[in-house]
Each structure stands twice: as structure tokens, then as C-alpha cells.
């Protein structure tokens, strides 16, 4: 839990690992990497779901208007 913090800074500002075994130098810009590529999809998922959402409503929305079967 104490990387937490490192993980969401940007790699410029991350701490570097101490170089052992445990844990290389890489695992936390692995990890702040991560992390940033995953809210970056999430945000993008979130558009494209919501506008398939908007597009199904108004697709529904015609058919009853249109009485299509």
C-alpha cells in the first residue's frame, strides 16, 4: 500500500526502486505506466459506450415513432 503514491506520479517524478531483486528500478514505471494507459481507456470506453447509448435511445425512440415492427 505504501506504493500507491509512486504508482500515480509521472515517471520523471517517481522515486527509483532501490535496484535489488524485489524490486528493480522498472516496477514502478511499470506501474505508473499502467495505471495512466488504464484511466486513459476508461475515458474513452466511457465515450464510446455512451454514445452507443445515445444512438440505441434515438434508434428506439424512431421506431415507435415510426410504429416499425
Known amino acids: 500500500m505504501s506504493h500507491i503514491p509512486g504508482a ?12 535489488n ?8 514505471a511499470g506501474v505508473g505506466f499502467s495505471i495512466g494507459v488504464l484511466c486513459m ?3 474513452v470506453f466511457a465515450v464510446v459506450g455512451s454514445m ?7 434508434c428506439r425512440s424512431l ?4 410504429n416499425v415492427p
Open 8 to 19: 500515480f506520479a509521472c515517471v520523471g517524478c517517481r522515486e527509483p526502486g532501490v535496484g
Open 21 to 28: 531483486i524485489d524490486e528493480p528500478q522498472t516496477v514502478l
Open 41 to 43: 481507456l476508461v475515458v
Open 52 to 58: 452507443v447509448f445515445m444512438i440505441v435511445r434515438t
Open 63 to 66: 421506431d415507435k415513432k415510426n
